[in-house]
């Protein structure tokens, strides 16, 4: 009964006329908009995607910058599938050059996106490797801030980062400053074969703290090992490669003098500008130093970790022999 | 097939907060996790520091994480963080204008974080903060910075205060400010100064003398900021102690509640805290009061300290300060003279230019004038300007409250040097109470009021009074001449001298009465009495008299009369003889000839209360006297020069209003009192009283009892009805009354 009456009265509101008062101002319509306010700018929630009539280049710069700030998976994965045909098309075009490209890109070493990961280190193949030579120092810090993170598999998928910059320019992936030795503490932070962990807790008991790293955790544990072992063996090989005496050349010593340097930063080991460096983010650029620098540092530790590793067999075993024969090559 | 679940630490998400808490549970077995981590975070900075300006947000996110986690257990991994406040220091140091807004503020977050744990010490901490804090264009980050300045000198200064660090950070502002005296950046040295001040950490002469060095800065903020502090920062110190024992904890109340709500460790803490607050309290209350100077009285050489200023700022004619800038340093340098009695002669010529009426806020000046002056100041340096006021604000033409302005400023001035007065000019002012404005009358009435005190041959005969005409035959009124200072002794001391004579005359009598004949008192008094010495242990009121005359022969002759000494002075020998004689009989041989116990000295204070009390019931003959130590300690104020003029003035309706609406309830909208008594009650947090509840109660819950008690038969009615007054008569159900 109540209801209807109000229903009622409702109805018959739709229907009513408004009246008009001398003196007051009319009512406002129903559908009426407040243009009254001004505003500086406005923010376009959607945008455009579709790729008519834009240039090669903007299109290029669209998905570059779409990489990094679009916030689905997909589309930073898309847009990195596109990077990388346009960048492998024969001829290559890539209008903003490798170095751009480098510095964009490098943070999604640590991507959340499991694809987004596997598609950069597509790209990053897809570069020429001269011109990534330059960029090794870069790369090797957001490599090896992958190689520490926190999550397991962006770890293992940095692992495959620092196995394409070995490959393209091991040299100067070992000579770089802080290239050999904090290359090694990240992975000997991977590995838990860690000699400056015990010193820095100086633990008295006799019990020690228990080898659980953040490797050994998962499943995955034996094969990650394994990958690990791998690439640090790779590591080691192009760091103790025995060095080739260049043919002698006769205008090198007037090149010298007075001809630019075809390297960047040739003067990088003076460190003229720089803040001073430590032992950890010092150069070595020469393999009897690295070997040194190795033998006083790391040897013990990588072997008692490798002897371990043998023990357990398998592939992981397999994978340490490969590791000592390296070692042995380095002796 | 169905969605593999994530499990918590499998997440890609790096759970830091995680790790941390597990970290500080048990450092030892998450050294590896946290070498991880530190190993992460080195790698991130260096990310960072390889391009700080173009660093991604994302990188940027991810080092802040880390920096947090760090900072949080660097004190549990001593040896391989040793490096980090290193970095932290460098990166704010060096990129604190291009740092992303959070990071930094979570660098300097942790650094305190650091100081707190003990990591670094406060020295290190304050000497990076600072130079950031001068040369950071950011506003937020200095005001951040200036917090955890002041809490951490705060809190280095909480258990006992820290010279080492207190004199470290006074230099470093000193060294501000007299640095580069043309620059802003000695304000900071002034906001931190004045703070620590008010907070009552920094009490000593240091803090003032870097005050002192900003008062003496270029810098017209620098400047204002040292100049206030001297004129406003004790009265701010007081208020914040008042302040600070305001917020008292109701314990009983507290307790009462504790009885009743459910108890949990949180409320349970709260009481805890609650009960070592009042135990603060209480031991602060106990604790002796600490004896702070004024600023005004720790600066280091006033004469030079009040004559530079007045030449820098005032005197330059290059000086191009606002006039209320200028008004506030004329007003410390007033302050300084006159309470230091310093002589600074060439300000009182400076003044002449400003006292004309139509000068803007000329009371100021007026006060500060009146300020400036003591008894020191020689009377011909002020007399032109008295005339001048009297010329410029005093005269028919003139509108009566500039006229009782300036007659108000002239008596002002009076008080402190009464010789600045000649005859004829007093006399015309004082014939202004026949003014018809009620202010210039008070104001006209107030200087012959004065002069009766202190100099009454200027006026006329009929304006004398009785009493001044009496002083003035009898030769009790003495006339000061310029540089004479009244004798000074113990106030109070001869009461307590007339108070002992009397106790030492009652004791003789009672032993005649036992003895039959009267012991001699000096041997019995050359005992030590201990007793004496301790306020409370000794009836004060009987036993005073066992005092170790100290007095040898010499001792025992009356004290040397100054004013005879004096050889050029010989008017005053001259005057009468008597006079002096009988002025130098009047100070006590008490203070001087025996030591004063504690006992006595309890003894005097209530004998000056007991005299202050007469004064106040009708003896006023030493008004002046309080006027004069009043404003000694406060200074003159712009509002006391002008009170007169308000006198007889009607009030404006808003004023009438306004004072009529003080102290009622406020009446935001149209509302019955008993409305907003009620809204005041629920806001409180009060419960209703029983019969509000019984108004509020829903219709239905009450129709069933109504319709019972209609059926009701009239013998119950009757019952009812009696019950309910015999009830009443015995207060309520609960039987309150009885």
């Given amino acids: 009964m109540g209801s209807s009456n109000k229903k009622k009265k409702e109805k018959k509101k739709d229907f009513q006329k408004a009246k008009l008062k001398v003196g007051k101002a009319k009512a406002k319509a129903a559908n009426f908009t407040d243009t009254s306010f001004k505003s500086k700018f406005i923010t376009v929630n959607q945008q455009a995607i579709s790729a008519e009539g834009v240039d090669a280049a903007e299109q290029f710069k669209q998905n570059l910058s779409l990489a990094i700030t679009a916030k689905s998976d997909n589309q930073r994965r898309d847009a990195l599938a596109f990077l990388t045909n346009q960048i492998s098309a024969t001829p290559p075009n890539n209008p903003v050059g490798t170095s751009a490209i480098l510095t964009k890109l490098l943070p999604l070493i640590s991507d959340t996106s499991a694809t987004v990961r596997t598609r950069l280190l597509a790209l990053f193949r897809a570069l020429p490797p001269s011109e990534v030579q330059p960029h090794v120092e870069k790369i090797l810090m957001y490599a090896r801030a992958g190689m520490t993170h926190m999550s397991n598999i962006i770890r293992t998928d940095a692992l495959n980062v620092m196995e394409w910059l070995l490959e393209v320019a091991g040299d100067e992936v070992v000579s770089c400053p802080g290239g050999w030795l904090k290359t090694l503490n990240s992975f000997s932070s991977m590995l838990g074969w860690n000699p400056s962990v015990g010193s820095a807790l100086s633990s008295q008991g006799w019990t020690s703290a228990s080898k659980t790293t953040l490797g050994a955790g998962s499943k995955k544990g034996p094969e990650a090992q394994c990958r690990q072992i791998q690439v640090l063996t790779q590591f080691l090989a192009v760091g103790f490669k025995p060095e080739t005496s260049e043919p002698y050349n006769p205008r090198a010593y007037w090149d010298n003098i007075y001809r630019l340097p075809g390297t960047p930063n040739p003067f990088a080991h003076l460190n003229l500008f720089g803040t001073p460096r430590d032992e950890d983010s010092e150069m070595y650029p020469d393999r009897p130093s690295r070997q040194r620098v190795f033998d006083a540092k790391w040897k013990g530790a990588i072997a008692a970790g490798m002897d371990g590793a043998r023990k357990e067999g398998g592939t992981v075993g397999r994978a340490a022999a490969g590791l000592s024969k390296v070692l042995d090559l380095g002796k | ?373 003591h008894n020191l100041v020689p009377p011909d340096a002020i007399e032109p300007l008295i005339v001048k006021i009297a010329n410029e604000f005093v005269s028919e033409a003139a509108a009566s409250e500039v006229a009782a302005a300036g007659i108000n400023a002239i008596r002002e001035v009076a008080i402190r040097q009464p010789l600045c007065m000649n005859e004829t000019l007093l006399q015309d002012l004082v014939l202004y109470q026949r003014s018809k404005d009620k202010g210039v009358v008070m104001a006209a009435k107030g200087l012959q009021s004065l002069y009766r005190e202190v100099y009454p041959e200027l006026l006329q005969k009929k304006y004398r009074g009785k009493e001044a005409t009496m002083g003035l035959k009898s030769g009790e009124t003495k006339q000061w001449k310029f540089g004479e200072e009244e004798v000074g002794g113990i106030e109070g001391i001869e009461l307590l001298e007339k108070y002992k004579e009397e106790q030492k005359e009652k004791k003789m009598a009672e032993r005649v009465g036992e003895d039959g004949e009267p012991k001699d008192d000096d041997e019995e008094d050359d005992g030590f009495h201990s007793d004496e010495w301790e306020i409370g242990s000794s009836d004060s009121d009987d036993s005073s008299t066992g005092w170790i005359n100290v007095s040898d022969s010499e001792d025992d002759e009356p004290a040397p009369k100054r004013t005879k000494t004096d050889p050029e002075a010989p008017e005053l020998v001259d005057e009468d003889k008597e006079n002096a004689e009988a002025e130098a009989n009047r100070i006590s041989k008490l203070a001087t000839t025996t030591i004063l116990t504690p006992a006595d000295l309890l003894k005097l204070q209530e004998l000056r209360r007991e005299a202050n009390i007469d004064k106040a019931m009708g003896n006023t003959s030493k008004r002046k006297k309080e006027l004069i130590a009043r404003h000694i300690d406060e200074g003159v104020t712009a509002d006391d020069i002008e009170l007169p003029a308000q006198l007889g003035k009607k009030s404006t309706k808003e004023e009438r209003v306004a004072l009529a609406k003080d102290g009622k309830p406020g009446r935001e909208e149209h509302k019955s009192t008993q409305a907003i008594r009620k809204s005041k009650k629920e806001a409180e947090g009060k419960s209703t009283t029983n019969k509000e509840k019984s108004r509020k109660k829903n219709f239905l819950m009450t129709i069933g009892k109504a319709r019972a008690k209609n059926k009701r038969s009239l013998v119950d009615t009757k019952k009812a009805l009696k019950a309910h007054i015999a009830r009443s008569k015995s207060g309520g159900r609960r039987a309150n009354g009885t």
Wanted: proline letters at 3%; hydrophobic letters at 35%; glycine letters at 2%.
């Fill in chain 2, 1 to 373: 097939m169905p969605k593999r679940k994530v499990a918590a630490l499998e997440k890609v998400e790096a759970d830091l907060v995680n790790l941390q808490y597990k970290i500080r549970r048990d450092p030892k077995s998450y050294a590896q996790e946290f070498y991880d981590q530190w190993l992460a975070y080195d790698a991130q900075r260096q990310i960072f520091v390889s391009s700080p300006a173009t660093a991604s947000s994302d990188d940027v996110k991810k080092f802040h994480d880390l920096v947090d986690l760090v900072a949080h257990v660097a004190d549990l991994y001593p040896d391989l963080t040793a490096s980090y406040p290193d970095h932290l220091k460098e990166l704010l140091n060096r990129h604190h204008a291009t740092l992303d807004k959070e990071l930094r503020e979570k660098i300097v977050g942790s650094l305190t974080l650091l100081r707190r744990k003990d990591v670094i010490d406060s020295t290190s901490l304050l000497t990076t903060l600072f130079p950031i804090l001068i040369s950071t264009p950011s506003k937020t980050l200095r005001s951040l910075l200036y917090t955890k300045i002041i809490s951490d000198l705060r809190e280095s200064n909480s258990k006992s205060t820290n010279h080492r660090l207190n004199r470290t950070i006074q230099t470093v502002l000193h060294n501000l400010v007299t640095s580069d005296r043309t620059s802003t950046k000695g304000m900071w040295a002034t906001r931190i100064t004045r703070e620590l001040w008010r907070r009552q950490i920094w009490t000593d002469a240091k803090p003032c003398d870097v005050m002192k060095e900003a008062c003496l800065s270029d810098n017209e903020k620098v400047v204002v900021g040292g100049v206030r502090f001297f004129l406003g920062g004790d009265k701010a110190r007081e208020e914040m102690e008042d302040d600070s024992s305001d917020d008292e904890v109701d314990m009983k109340k507290l307790k009462h509640q504790s009885g009743i709500n459910k108890k949990t460790k949180k409320r349970q803490k709260a009481l805890g805290k609650a009960v070592e607050k009042v135990k603060k309290q209480e031991r602060k209350k106990n604790a002796p009061h600490p004896l702070n100077f004024s600023a005004l009285h720790l600066i280091h050489d006033p004469q030079g300290f009040a004559e530079k200023l007045f030449q820098k700022h005032l005197q330059n004619t290059k000086n191009r300060f606002s006039l209320e800038n200028k008004l506030q340093i004329l007003q410390l340098v007033t302050r300084l003279v006159g309470l230091h009695k310093l002589t600074i002669i060439s300000l009182y010529s400076w003044f002449a230019r400003y006292l004309t009426p139509k000068q803007p806020s000329v009371t100021s000046f007026l006060a500060s004038l009146a300020q400036g002056t």
